[in-house]
């Protein structure tokens, strides 16, 4: 059974960081492209950021310049480090990738971790 599990959210005052971490288990053969989406209480879960297993990167514009995201593909893991934290950065965070099993291919969620803001 193949999961992504997050870690690192929690509560953080504005101009603080966050790194948070999602991990890949299960009989994963690639884990193909990562990234993080986020989803604020009353709005749609929108895209973070997004990285290839070669390690290009996309970013909304709304982090550009204060988020990075890495990977490490021996774990298949995928980070996102926040920094200058704004409190509109507060939503639940969710990991996505696209992995490949020997069986399969497909696009994998996690169970979202909260991350909070506050002034």
């Known amino acids: 059974q193949v999961q992504l599990v997050e870690s690192g959210g929690g509560l953080v005052q504005a101009g603080g960081s966050l790194i948070l971490s999602c991990a890949g288990s299960g009989s994963i053969f690639q884990s193909n492209r990562m990234g993080w989406y986020r989803q604020a209480p009353g709005k749609q879960r929108e895209l973070v950021a997004t990285?290839?297993?070669?390690?290009?990167?996309n970013y909304a514009g709304s982090v550009k310049a204060r988020f990075t995201i890495s990977r490490d593909n021996a774990k298949n893991t995928v980070y996102l480090q926040m920094n200058s934290l704004k409190p509109e950065d507060t939503a639940a965070y969710y990991c996505?990738?696209?992995?490949?099993?020997?069986?399969?291919?497909?696009?994998?969620w996690g169970q979202g971790t909260q991350v909070t803001v506050s002034l």
């Open positions: 996505n990738a696209n992995l490949a099993t020997i069986a399969t291919t497909g696009d994998y």
């Open positions: 990285i290839t297993s070669a390690g290009s990167t």
